[in-house]
């Protein structure tokens, strides 16, 4: 009887050491899972979006991201002052995988001091760990043969 009580022990001692070598195993797989079901960032709220075109032409326009796919863009241009106040004007996004995002609205673009260029403007970008967005932007005329202009956005907010 003596001689089978130390081998039960040794053997327990063998499991229990299993058992903490596999802890830090089942720990790191639960990290895992929860880092991979974790919630999208959140675009709700107000962002200021810096477009710079390839061109080297620039723009920027606030966005007001609203629930269920809908916002707003207020251009932010200081010559639209000459022609009228800017007005928001409503917008479209969505949200897909991987934290990326795109959201458009068609605008109209100051040309020089006496035009405007009206067109649609999509910008398709992805959350970066900062919690900025950062992607391609495209403005697409409507009217005339002119070219799509293409460039790079960065969208922070505030």
């Known amino acids: ?3 089978t009580l130390p ?3 040794l053997g327990c001692r063998g499991t ?3 058992r903490r070598a596999l802890m830090p195993m089942i720990v790191a797989q639960a990290c895992i899972a929860a880092l991979s079901h974790a919630q999208s960032p959140n675009m709700i709220g107000s962002w200021k979006v810096d477009i710079t075109f390839t061109n080297g032409e620039s723009r920027s326009l606030r966005f007001d991201v609203q629930g269920e796919g809908k916002g707003t863009f207020l251009l932010l241009d200081p010559r639209l002052k000459v022609w009228a ?3 928001p004007s409503q917008a479209k996004w969505s949200q897909e995988q991987g934290n990326s995002v795109t959201f458009s609205r068609p605008v109209e673009f100051l040309l020089g001091n006496v035009g405007r260029e009206p067109g649609t403007l999509v910008f398709k970008g992805k959350f970066e760990t900062d919690g900025s967005i950062r992607g391609e ?3 697409s ?3 005339g043969d002119r ?3 293409h460039g790079t956005f ?3 907010r505030g």
Do not use: G, I, T
């Open 141 to 143: 005329p409507l009217l």
């Open 85 to 87: 106040p800017a007005k």
């Open 147 to 149: 070219p799509s202009k």
């Open 154 to 156: 960065k969208a922070v």
């Open 16 to 18: 229990m050491k299993a």
């Open 1 to 3: 009887m003596l001689d």
């Open 7 to 9: 081998r039960v022990c």
């Open 137 to 139: 932007a495209e403005f």
